[in-house]
């Protein structure tokens, strides 16, 4: 075995579905450089995010711990777990990933987005640190910002920009084009800034953490990507009677709350036209990055893993974003490769979370912490859980997975969903009906999950889940404009009813 430690590089996207990678079975996107990835090493399938939506998911892949460790069920502030001490995550989960890498021997570089809260630019670790958000409550952040900071210095001509990724708001999901041409977008930004890193002159092994925005809506691939895909070539979004579709409650709220309750086929296939688009200029970019590490002199001895923090509905079930159980947001791509240790073009059929990514680095960094995951290059998972929205609310529920299984318990209105992926992978027939014993059976699992974590027990009362008389949250919008500059609203002073980014992440 090399006495040196590998180099570990981790790369994510936000929003990126597991489907949607060439080499693993999507005839329709391009996507080469992923598909190098694939043949480098070993695609998991069965891969999930421990809490399918933004600032959870990134608290997971920091700590290796799960929601009911680290405070954070939705896009929220992290509240102090039951039985624990201190007021910070780190003080509740142990030192984040790569805090823990650099007091074993590496150097560290986190690029892109990180999206903490509620401090936007939190202190995660590492000795060089770029953030690139995606929108800022006032001028001081915003100036903070390493993508802004570049514009403003290298490109001022893009700076009048009120956002600088495509419009939000109305235009969530409304199909558009970068206002910037491909080599000024903060794709290629994030990509230039992780070669540097990688060619960087150092003895140490390095832990580089890139962290790409897209496809996270809106997407506005540069040109040529706006173009790449012919919308008579999309498929229209699969979907069932939208009252099984919609027993989440989360998933009307939230289509209202982003202005996607009116989408039809049409407007689908050209977003995801621009969805595939954004990914496959994401694409090219990781092209660039595999490149780097390809020229290194032990680029066998470089562990890469390529994953996202959850996925997007892209309109199946009637349903757009995140925040709910269906395979379209709670799976995702999960591509592992270190050459000189694993096979290559391998598929893995075993659950993996974000949780075990804490102690995949670890591992092999020769300084193992599992915490709440596990050695997936050592062992398997019989079972994987998922979890959304602050226990003791209407808006908590959990998913179980187990085998062919998925069972998901939803405390609003106590509803249940229960699917066999091996017979039905869309999700279109929910078997509670049908399979009495084995709904029982799995109830208990997770009740008995929860009488092992103290922050999950108030969820079970008298050996059963807690649930509550079903109610549907009142609709609205969301608005999310350029607040650094004071712009809140359509027109100022209108008195529209609307939640602001920040007033919804602390509901």
């Avoid at 709440?372 to 050592?378: A, P």
Wanted: proline share 6%; net charge negative; with cysteine.
């Amino acid at each position: 075995m090399n006495s040196k430690k590998p180099n570990i590089l981790y790369m994510m996207c936000d929003q990126f579905r597991f489907d949607c990678i060439a080499a693993l079975g999507n005839a329709k996107i391009s996507t080469p450089n992923l598909d190098r990835l694939v043949r480098r090493g070993i695609s998991f399938d069965n891969a999930y995010s421990p809490c399918p939506v933004c600032v959870p998911a990134r608290y997971t892949i920091r700590s290796g711990s799960e929601p009911y460790s680290t405070g954070c069920y939705c896009n929220e502030e992290p509240q102090r777990p039951k039985g624990k001490e201190g007021e910070h995550v780190e003080e509740w989960t142990g030192p984040f990933l790569a805090r823990t890498l650099a007091a074993n021997e590496y150097r560290t570089f986190g690029i892109g987005k990180f999206h903490t809260y509620p401090e936007v630019y939190e202190d995660v670790g590492f000795e060089v640190h770029l953030h690139t958000e995606e929108m800022w409550d006032d001028v001081g952040l915003k100036e903070k910002d390493a993508f802004y900071s570049y514009l403003a210095e290298e490109h001022p001509e893009y700076t009048y920009l009120e956002q600088l990724h495509g419009e939000r708001t109305n235009m969530y999901y409304m199909p558009q084009l970068s206002s910037m041409p491909k080599e000024h977008t903060v794709e290629a930004f994030v990509a230039r800034k992780a070669v540097e890193q990688i060619e960087a002159q150092d003895t140490r092994p390095f832990f580089g953490f890139v962290s790409f925005i897209g496809p996270h809506p809106p997407c506005a691939p540069p040109i040529p990507y706006n173009r790449m895909y012919d919308p008579d070539g999309m498929d229209n979004p699969v979907v069932g009677p939208v009252e099984d579709d919609h027993l989440d409650e989360q998933i009307p709220w939230m289509n209202s709350l982003i202005y996607a309750d009116e989408i039809n086929d049409a407007w689908a296939r050209n977003f995801k036209t621009r969805y595939y688009g954004e990914i496959s200029y994401i694409d090219s970019c990781i092209g660039e990055i595999l490149d780097a590490v390809e020229k290194l002199p032990d680029a066998d001895n470089t562990l890469i893993c390529f994953f996202a923090d959850h996925g997007d509905m892209c309109g199946d079930h009637h349903a757009w974003q995140k925040e709910c159980f269906y395979e379209g947001s709670v799976r995702i791509p999960f591509l592992l490769s270190y050459p000189r240790m694993l096979g290559k073009n391998e598929r893995n059929t075993n659950l993996v979370s974000l949780t075990d990514l804490f102690a995949l680095a670890t591992s092999v960094a020769r300084c193992k912490e599992v915490r709440d995951g596990i050695d997936i290059l050592l062992d398997q998972r019989k079972e994987l859980f998922s979890y959304y929205g602050r226990p003791r609310s209407r808006q908590f529920k959990v998913m179980l997975r187990w085998e062919e299984w998925k069972f998901i318990y939803m405390a609003n209105g106590g509803r249940q969903q229960l699917f066999n992926l091996s017979e039905d992978p869309l999700e279109m027939k929910n078997l509670v009906g049908c399979w009495p014993g084995l709904v029982d059976a799995m109830t208990k699992r997770v009740v008995q999950k929860f009488k092992q974590e103290e922050e999950l027990r108030c969820m079970v009362s008298e050996g059963a889940l807690v649930s509550y008389p079903f109610e549907a949250r009142p609709l609205q919008r969301l608005h999310q404009f350029d607040f650094s500059q004071d712009i809140t609203d359509f027109s100022m002073g209108s008195g529209a009813h609307f939640m602001s980014e920040a007033v919804l992440l602390k509901k």
